[in-house]
């Protein structure tokens, strides 16, 4: 962990012993895609999430199945409008995650911002019928609907989105800020943070893991506040009940929009992509030895930096955890010669690597550039280092290991527009293999300049 801020990686450094990558198309046709996930079943069988609400399927050969597998862009019976509010490029469905026993309960966990509700992220949990094991139906859909978590969002930015079990088996879910950069600070919010559930609580939605780090108030507590709150005629939507609850649920804090994250599969390590504002990206590194309770400094430092950038040197302490690499965008701060090389704007961290000369190196795309960089501890130096790895013409919305452990990635053709997602082009699933061992007839992905 960077105990100085001249100790956080950027672009330029070098990953000894990386093979040179390239990005081979696996399967093209997707709506504004913005996840993948392996059914790791043994099928073989991969999900992509689409903006506006579908899930799409894709077989071992590439094949893309034509009915989705799972599709709440269908109205539900009784309700007039669809499942997932798409109407802003940061809303929609975010992440899939297959439950770690897949194989057996058939159980799928999604997050998506919820136009019933305002907006809310929900993750809900929808069962797969043996019987029709590539498509759950409208009806099974709605037979096995189970709504685990309602996360309230005051505005349709910053919603974080992915969801992911880690090794530990608890399911994590990424919230961004809401556009309230001092709520990633507020311990009682749900908002700028990993949040940590166990879904597999018998009769009830969730539990809290035991060990979660922000356990706060006692059930006994809640409850008495609750009753003091109510009479006094102040009782809510947010009680202290529900502010205890959120305090609880919560991992780590200090994020802006940890739109993605990954665990490494060989270490536990947890790698979380996030979103920056004005001048920088940064991403952050937890051990899987920690306890959680990482506190990862927004919006009181962006990157390793203070917020808002003044100046070349920071004047401002450091909050919390410093990250392990930053990526500066083209602007710098007021004033400053804009930056021509090594810039990004949105960074999407797309896996854990353990091939191809790699280990341990966390992939990373960016939404605007287009560039990968690789992002790893180098002992040899004994620090991080951040190394440019491709830079290809793709706008970059996601990405997950494949049942393989290959990094797949998924890209988009999409601005910051309100059409949810039916009126761009189709973009497209991908994955990074060594480029010495590339299919004679693989699709590569363009790139803008040679490595």
Do not use: K
């Not at 094949?63 to 669809?82: I, N, Y």
Request: charged letters at 20%; a negative charge.
């Amino acid at each position: 962990m960077p105990s100085s801020r001249a100790e956080v990686a950027e672009p330029g450094g070098r990953i000894p012993g990386v093979q040179p990558l390239a990005l081979m198309r696996v399967a093209e046709g997707f709506l504004d895609p913005t996840g993948v996930a392996a059914a790791n079943d043994g099928s073989g069988r991969l999900f992509v999430t689409e903006r506006a609400g579908r899930v799409r399927l894709v077989l071992p050969d590439g094949t893309v199945q034509d009915r989705p597998f799972l599709d709440l862009t269908r109205l539900r019976p009784g309700v007039p409008f669809p499942e997932v509010a798409a109407g802003f490029i940061e809303q929609g469905l975010w992440s899939i995650a297959p439950h770690p026993r897949f194989r057996e309960n058939g159980h799928v966990f999604v997050h998506y911002s919820a136009l019933m509700q305002n907006g809310a992220g929900l993750v809900v949990r929808y069962t797969v019928d043996p019987q029709s094991p590539n498509v759950i139906t409208p009806e099974q859909a709605e037979r096995t609907r189970r709504v685990i978590l309602q996360l309230p969002q005051p505005t349709p930015q910053h919603n974080g989105g992915m969801i992911a079990f880690g090794p530990d088996g608890y399911l994590y879910i990424g919230r961004g800020d809401g556009g309230w950069p001092l709520a990633a600070q507020m311990p009682d919010r749900n908002h700028g943070r990993l949040l940590r559930i166990d879904v597999d609580a018998g009769e009830a939605p969730y539990r809290i893991p035991p060990d979660n780090p922000f356990l706060g108030f006692s059930e006994r507590t809640q409850h008495l506040g609750s009753r003091v709150l109510s009479g006094l005629g102040l009782s809510g939507s947010y009680s202290l009940a529900d502010r205890a609850r959120a305090q609880q649920r919560s991992w780590a804090i200090g994020l802006r929009n940890p739109y993605s994250f990954h665990f490494d599969p060989r270490t536990g390590d947890l790698f979380i992509a996030d979103v920056g504002e004005a001048h920088w990206e940064e991403i952050n590194w937890q051990p899987a030895s920690s306890p959680g309770g990482e506190n990862y400094g927004w919006p009181h430092n962006e990157g390793a930096h203070c917020r808002p950038s003044t100046g070349p040197e920071p004047g401002c302490p450091v909050v919390g955890t410093l990250p392990v690499a930053q990526v500066p965008h083209i602007h710098a701060w007021p004033g400053a010669e804009p930056r021509r090389e090594d810039w990004g704007c949105s960074v999407i961290g797309l896996g854990v690597a353990n091939y191809a000369g790699m280990r341990s190196t966390y992939l990373v795309g960016d939404w605007c550039s287009g560039r990968v960089w690789g992002v790893a501890w180098d002992s040899a130096s004994d620090r991080w280092q951040m190394e440019e790895l491709l830079r290809t013409r793709l706008q970059f919305t996601g990405g997950n290991l494949d049942a393989d452990g290959m990094v797949l990635a998924v890209n988009c053709h999409c601005g910051y527009g309100d059409n949810a997602g039916t009126e761009n082009r189709p973009g497209a699933l991908w994955r990074f293999v060594p480029a010495d061992a590339v299919p004679p007839d693989a699709v590569l992905a363009d790139m803008r300049e040679a490595r």
